[in-house]
């Protein structure tokens, strides 16, 4: 019935005397048959219907006070195909009129299918849809998800809150020539018909609709706000009002991290100033048939409110383009203009106001618990300081250190499940991983704790969310490095990998590079949701990337040895190995380095990867056997018997030796004449190369060619030894000295002449 009267209020002041009441035609519908909307296609031909009688009623002849109420069923059935829940119920009546004669004009310039093409409920039903957009357009007929008409089928709460916008950008196109009745020029007949009536639509296609949907929006917010003193976020409705307050804001310029948060303080301090200055009427804010002119060129493009700063200024970019928006100017000096406004009193008459909005977002939580906990505080608490009450301060200071250990605890928790599983269950393994993204959610969290439950409002709520949103981004990069070491361990547990090969150490290293690389990704990303001059960062990293490359020679020329070494393969871990003096096993080839461990000294050596890159490498573990070459000295007096004798018998030790490999049989040669001696020469190769085992045979061999020997009589030629001693009865060395040039000393002489003679 409300509805019902402010049409015909409506009609009554604003519609001037046209034509003759007597010549009306009935249109065949009881007055209050409603809209027929059981169907996407009975609401779209109901629409389009309805408009048309409209039409006719406009052309037919003035529309006096007593006409208004055989016009009121045309216009209360246009309204039934609408959803108009989104909008304040003051202004249904006359915005719906606005949207449906906008959305008329776009049905009768789009080509429609036939009714058999549009789905019918029962198909809907077994398909689970719940709407239909028309072909190649964004118009939605969809059901309401709740009240009283849940059942039927209207034209969607975001197609009417569009509908301006969708006519300018169909306004220049032409009107169909075929399939459903068109009504042309049906907009601009109704406006000239109203033309003394402004239009409040409630849309963002102009500023003066703009501006009306914030103030009425922030009215309805205030008006939940005065029974509980708080509103209950995880109410549809009331998530509802605030999403269409801050759709009136360009926030494109606020940081992502805090976007919304900013956006409410931009839009509490607005409503702030907006209250408690002067607003001219509303037929002087620039409506919708105020945007283009009559061949559809813009022709306003900003909209200043009278003697102030803010502004309402079309979108020119993105996916709000041709919207009218509180410029993000605006959004980033409502604080200031609000607190150079806040002294002033609320103004009279007019719009509206929410008295006391700042105050109540400053202190009201979102949790119903705290606000009656804090309700029953002492005085004390509620004082502020720095932007805080007290009992923010108390909660932060506990809430942070909490928050912080519970962190660490979980990120300790995680390695150490990661460490013990690894060997065990490669599944568990896995789902170690789950542990470190509990602890990366953990300051998330605690950045809704504090807005939620600690009320934390401007810049105390910036600096925390910061904080938080960057405590998260660098355990986010932990967690890249954490994936690819556990993807590296996951690769070298296949079986066609062994866990100490070069390839082993190959996919760690690949591995880490990329997850590095990963991280640097997440970081570059996460800059600039949290605002980083990114730009700048990297401009400066061409002029210190210079500086960083001179100071990283090392560490570069390390890497190319490393990847040198890694695609070479001279070495694996575990074997053995002879490079610049060291002999030792490989325990780890590393990034920079490579750790050799002493095969007697048990010294753990780390030799730069570009050293070994360069140097000569002798890989004794992967030799197939072990070479051994000896001399056997015999005196020169032993018979020619004897020598072919020592021959035989080291042939016969030799023979058929342990791992003797066909390939390569016992050398025994007798090779020299020597001064002093015979020379008997042995070579051979033992097999496996084990050194210990080697040794050992080395030993039998060397012992049974002892005890042969003494056996057959056969001596060893020892080397020839000169001995020299002093005639007198000193004791200790023997003082020689030589002459030098010019020295006439006669007991040198003498002294030489005794050692020769003794010699």
């Given at each position: 019935m409300k509805r019902l009267n402010s049409v015909v209020f409506f009609f009554v002041l604003s519609v001037p005397l046209l034509t003759d009441v007597h010549s009306q035609e009935p249109t065949g519908f009881h007055p209050l048959e409603p809209s027929d909307t059981s169907t996407p296609a009975a609401t779209l031909n109901s629409l389009i219907r309805a408009c048309n009688e409209l039409d006719q009623l406009i052309e037919i002849g003035p529309v006096t006070e007593e006409r208004a109420d055989e016009i009121l069923p045309t216009t209360e059935r246009i309204l039934d195909c609408l959803d108009l829940s989104k909008l304040p119920e003051e202004l249904r009546s006359t915005a719906g009129i606005h949207a449906a004669l906008f959305l008329k004009e776009v049905l009768d310039r789009t080509p429609l299918p036939a009714d058999e093409e549009i789905p019918t409920p029962s198909e809907a039903d077994v398909t689970e849809t719940l709407g239909w957009w028309i072909p190649k357009t964004r118009v939605l007929i969809a059901r309401p998800q709740e009240g009283p008409r849940q059942n039927e089928y209207l034209f969607s709460p975001e197609t009417v809150r569009r509908a301006p916008q969708f006519y300018r950008l169909v306004r220049t196109l032409p009107y169909r020539t075929s399939g459903r009745e068109v009504s042309p020029g049906l907009y601009?007949?109704?406006i000239a018909a109203t033309k003394r009536t402004v239009t409040q639509t409630s849309d963002t296609s102009s500023p003066r609709g703009t501006l009306t949907l914030f103030l009425d929006s922030t009215n309805e917010v205030y008006e939940m706000?005065?029974?509980?003193?708080?509103?209950?976020?995880?109410?549809?409705?009331?998530?509802?009002l605030v999403d269409r307050v801050l759709s009136c804001l360009d926030t494109s310029q606020l940081p992502e991290y805090a976007r919304e948060h900013y956006a409410a303080e931009a839009a509490v301090c607005l409503k702030e100033v907006l209250d408690r200055i002067p607003l001219p009427p509303a037929e002087e804010i620039p409506g919708i048939e105020s945007i283009d002119t009559s061949s559809g060129?813009?022709?306003?493009?900003?909209?200043?409110?009278?003697n102030t700063q803010v502004s309402i200024a079309r979108i020119q970019e993105g996916p709000r383009r041709g919207e009218f928006l509180f410029t993000s100017g605006t959004i980033a000096r409502a604080p200031d203009l609000y607190k150079k406004l806040?002294?002033?009193?609320?103004?009279?008459?007019?719009?509206?106001?929410?008295?006391?909005?700042?105050?109540?977002?400053?202190?009201?939580?979102?949790?119903?618990?705290?606000a009656r906990l804090v309700d029953r505080l002492p005085f004390w608490s509620q004082n502020r300081y720095f932007g805080m009450a007290v009992w923010q301060w108390i909660g932060l200071l506990i809430a942070t250190p909490i928050g912080l250990a519970l962190m660490f605890a979980v990120f300790r928790l995680g390695r150490w499940q990661g460490e013990r599983s690894r060997d065990r269950?490669?599944?568990?393994?896995w789902l170690g991983v789950a542990i470190p993204v509990v602890a990366i959610l953990i300051p998330l969290e605690f950045k809704r704790f504090t807005w939620d439950y600690l009320t934390l409002r401007g810049t105390p709520f910036y600096v925390v969310g910061f904080c938080a949103e960057l405590v998260a981004l660098l355990g986010l990069m932990g967690l890249m490095v954490v994936l690819s070491n556990r993807i590296a361990e996951t690769l070298i547990a296949l079986p066609?990998?062994?866990?100490?090969?070069?390839?082993?150490?190959?996919?760690?290293?690949?591995?880490?590079?990329?997850?590095?690389?990963?991280?640097?990704?997440?970081?570059?990303?996460?800059?600039?949701?949290?605002?980083?001059?990114?730009?700048?960062?990297?401009?400066?990293?061409?002029?210190?990337?210079?500086?960083?490359?001179?100071s990283a020679q090392g560490l570069v020329k390390g890497l190319f040895g490393t990847v040198t070494i890694l695609m070479d393969k001279p070495f694996r871990v575990g074997e053995r190995v002879?490079?610049?003096?060291?002999?030792?096993?490989?325990?780890?080839?590393?990034?920079?380095?490579?750790?050799?461990?002493g095969i007697l000294d048990n010294n753990l050596v780390s030799i730069p990867n570009d050293l070994l890159a360069e140097s000569e490498i002798e890989n004794i573990g992967r030799r197939?056997?072990?070479?051994?070459?000896?001399?056997?000295?015999?005196?020169?007096?032993?018979?020619?018997?004897?020598?072919?004798?020592?021959?035989?018998?080291?042939?016969?030790?030799?023979e058929d030796h342990e791992g003797m490999d066909p390939a390569f049989p016992p050398r025994v040669y007798f090779t020299d004449f020597n001064p002093e001696s015979f020379n008997l020469r042995f070579d051979y190769w033992f097999t496996p190369p084990d050194l210990w085992k080697h040794h050992a045979f080395a030993e039998r061999v060397n012992l049974k060619i002892f005890r042969s020997f003494e056996e057959e009589g056969i001596q060893f030629s020892l080397p020839q030894r000169i001995s020299y001693w002093k005639t007198d009865d000193q004791q200790g060395p023997m003082e020689i000295s030589v002459r030098r040039d010019g020295d006439t000393s006669g007991e040198q002489s003498r002294r030489l002449a005794d050692l020769a003679r003794d010699s």
């Open positions: 601009d007949s109704y706000t005065r029974g509980p003193h708080l509103i209950d976020r995880s109410d549809i409705a009331a998530q509802g060129v813009e022709k306003l493009e900003r909209w200043q409110v009278p806040a002294s002033q009193p609320y103004r009279e008459g007019g719009r509206p106001v929410s008295k006391g909005l700042h105050n109540w977002w400053l202190s009201s939580p979102g949790n119903p618990a705290v269950s490669l599944f568990r393994y066609q990998v062994s866990s100490g090969s070069l390839d082993a150490n190959l996919i760690r290293i690949v591995c880490r590079v990329l997850g590095i690389a990963a991280a640097s990704v997440v970081f570059l990303e996460g800059g600039k949701i949290l605002g980083f001059p990114l730009s700048t960062l990297i401009a400066s990293a061409g002029i210190g990337g210079l500086a960083v490359a001179l002879v490079v610049n003096g060291h002999d030792g096993f490989v325990e780890e080839i590393g990034l920079r380095s490579t750790k050799v461990r197939s056997h072990i070479r051994r070459t000896a001399d056997i000295h015999i005196p020169l007096d032993t018979p020619f018997e004897k020598v072919e004798r020592a021959l035989a018998i080291v042939r016969e030790v030799l």
